[in-house]
């Protein structure tokens, strides 16, 4: 089992950044990824960013590149989000995940452990 604890959000001005940390505990896999997904209210959770924790090779959604910029600390076995650009579409609850997978997938439903969620609230 591997657990996620995600920490950082909180409400920030359009123009603005935010950090967001996730901390992976537990059992992980030999060969796993992490990413970032959002959900906004009454919208379908959405990918962000993901690593192949083996390789660090990322995958960015294309309404992130070049504002948000996903990191590792292997040490700590926690990732980062940095947020720079915030725009008021950026609102959403964040999650951390993490699979069971030699490559990224975009798909939420094929990430096995989530984190709690921290909200992000950017206004306009």
């Known amino acids: 089992q591997v657990q996620l604890v995600e920490s950082g959000g909180g409400l920030v001005q359009a123009g603005g950044s935010l950090r967001l940390s996730c901390a992976a505990s537990?059992?992980?896999?030999?060969?796993?990824?992490m990413g970032w997904f959002r959900q906004a209210p009454g919208k379908e959770r959405e990918f962000v960013v993901g690593?192949?924790?083996?390789?660090?090779?990322?995958r960015y959604a294309d309404s992130v590149i070049d504002r948000f910029t996903f990191s590792r600390d292997n040490a700590k076995n926690t990732v980062y989000l940095q947020m720079n650009s915030l725009k008021p579409e950026d609102t959403a609850v964040y999650y951390c995940?993490?699979?069971?997978?030699?490559?990224?997938?975009?798909?939420?439903?094929?990430?096995?452990?989530w984190g709690q969620g921290t909200q992000v609230t950017v206004s306009s």
């Open positions: 995940a993490a699979a069971n997978l030699a490559f990224i997938v975009t798909s939420p439903g094929q990430y096995e452990y």
């Open positions: 537990g059992r992980t896999p030999t060969r796993y990824v």
């Open positions: 690593i192949d924790w083996s390789s660090g090779s990322t």
